[in-house]
């Protein structure tokens, strides 16, 4: 496939919108796309490993002592311009953490390793390192995605552009998010390279559990163009009877149901364990997957595939013991009987065994089975509510919120004082743009989608009141000017 060239910035603002078809194009594009280059045996494999890093930054309003005035800038470049606050005098840390795959990478393939990583960046944060002149970084990226030397290595995630989580944010703009990520990352590195884009790591590792919220979530996957999605352990349960998974370390299918009767399904990956970075900045997936052996599938002796994901940055042991740990596991487990592999890669070895999504075992978000159990299949949203209304009464731990990577926090409940803005900012944004068809290659369009986006960066929420709410609520300001046409 020939890539095709996209302009990274349009009018002063990132290239979100307007060649939706040249994207679908890209997507279209059959595969495989990993295993034709891959020299990893998966026959003489017991087990497998891989790993992926999260990395983000928003972007907030902050370029300027006058909150209503001031420029919108990454968090990172604020945290350079405010060395001496908190914790930002890592500030330079975390910048040569963005950079330093395209570093690892090479060399280990110079010392004839097989190196392997998926890398999950938020579109803000690349949008951020850009406007802050950080371009060594993206050219440092472009290098181990594009150069057929190196691309077999490292396996991309998709995200939502800014940073959005699935469970509250309305899935007209989830959507949008999803579409934005994938043209700036085909304007930063190519519609070839975002052809081979196949995995989706959803912000917080949020997956709805509304009903017709997680289908529209699938369905944005699935006419996205993505094969897979990456979850937590504790946020599906098995389809059927609602009982926990058995079998992590394989492939799982998730089917999601809508109030209408409607079903989707696509494959799911599952995240062990907690959020602690330890686990990958001490390369645990790689110890674990050493202790486990081949297992049936479909008929079909196959290696375990233990995943983990992690930020890619924060922490003492990300900044620190993560570099030297990650070459020393590369260096020792390439080619052995636990290589380290990429999702995409390893599905696409399946696919030559002749197992599908359909031999994979059947999920459902957590707390789906309690409403099958009792609702009318296909009897709509107005019979979905009353279900969901009775069930809370008898138990107020049952809840429609969607999980996370941790247990303990809600991504809806306690955040009215952001929603609210948030959602009028939406609604605004669905009447002046979505509903009046304003073409998406229209100015107007792009820089109010913009800034809606950077209204529904899952940081104003986590982490509650004070300065991030206050940076959300008025960039929903911002945003309702703009769409209101005095901006």
């Known amino acids: ?137 993206i050219e440092s990226l472009r290098t181990i995605t594009c150069d057929p030397a190196y691309r077999g290595c490292v396996e991309w995630l998709a995200t939502p552009w800014g940073h959005a989580v699935a469970p509250s944010t309305p899935v007209q703009d989830y959507r949008l998010h999803v579409r934005a990520w994938q043209h700036f990352f085909a304007a930063l590195f190519g519609t070839e390279a975002l052809a081979r884009v196949r995995g989706f790591s959803p912000s917080e590792m949020a997956l709805p559990n509304h009903p017709d919220v997680c289908y529209e979530f699938v369905k944005t996957l699935k006419d996205c163009g993505f094969r897979w999605v990456l979850v937590q352990e504790h946020t599906i349960e098995r389809a059927g009877d609602g009982g926990p998974i058995e079998q992590p370390h394989v492939p799982h299918r998730l089917v999601a149901r809508n109030s209408q009767g409607q079903a989707l399904s696509i494959t799911v990956i599952v995240k062990t364990q907690g959020s602690d970075t330890k686990l990958v900045g001490q390369m645990q997936p790689y110890y674990e997957a050493r202790g486990l052996g081949r297992v049936d599938l479909a008929g079909k002796s196959i290696p375990p595939l233990v995943t983990q994901i992690a930020d890619g940055e924060n922490g003492g042991v990300m900044m620190n013991e993560f570099p030297p740990k990650y070459l020393e596991v590369m260096n020792e487990a390439s080619g052995s009987g636990t290589p380290p592999v990429n999702v995409t890669e390893y599905l696409e070895y399946l696919d030559g065994l002749g197992v599908s999504e359909n031999d994979f075992p059947a999920t459902q978000p957590i707390m789906q089975q309690r409403i099958w159990d009792r609702f009318d299949d296909g009897a709509g949203p107005e019979a979905l509510a009353q279900t969901i209304a009775a069930i809370q009464k008898e138990d107020d731990r049952f809840h429609v919120d969607g999980g996370s990577w941790t247990a303990d926090i809600s991504w809806v409940r306690g955040y009215d004082h952001v929603l609210g803005p948030m959602q009028k900012a939406s609604a605004l944004f669905a009447e002046k743009m979505l509903a009046a068809n304003v073409p998406t290659t229209d100015a107007r369009y792009r820089k109010a989608l913009y800034h809606l986006f950077t209204t529904q960066t899952s940081c104003f929420r986590y982490w509650g009141e004070g300065t991030w709410t206050d940076y959300g609520r008025e960039l929903c300001r911002r945003t309702m000017e703009i769409l209101n046409g005095s901006a």
């Not at 800038?73 to 908190?86: A, E």
């Not at 280990?108 to 803000?124: F, H, I, N, T, W």
Request: aromatic fraction near 8%.
């Open 1 to 137: 496939m020939k890539t095709t060239a996209m302009p990274a910035y349009i009018d002063g603002l990132p290239n979100l919108c307007g060649q939706e078809e040249m994207i679908a194009a890209a997507m279209s594009q059959a595969g495989p796309y990993y295993r034709p280059e891959s020299p990893v045996d998966f026959e003489k494999a017991s087990s497998a490993f891989a790993i992926a890093l999260h990395m983000h930054q928003p972007l907030i309003p902050a370029g300027g002592d006058d909150l209503q005035t001031a420029a919108i800038i990454s968090n990172l470049q604020d945290m350079f311009n405010h060395p001496d606050v908190g914790d930002n005098h890592n500030a330079s840390v975390f910048r040569q953490c963005y950079q330093r795959m395209g570093e690892y990478i090479p060399q280990l393939v110079a010392e004839g390793k097989q190196p392997r990583g998926m890398l999950d960046y938020s579109g803000c944060l690349l949008d951020g390192l850009l406007q802050m002149g950080a371009d060594d970084v």
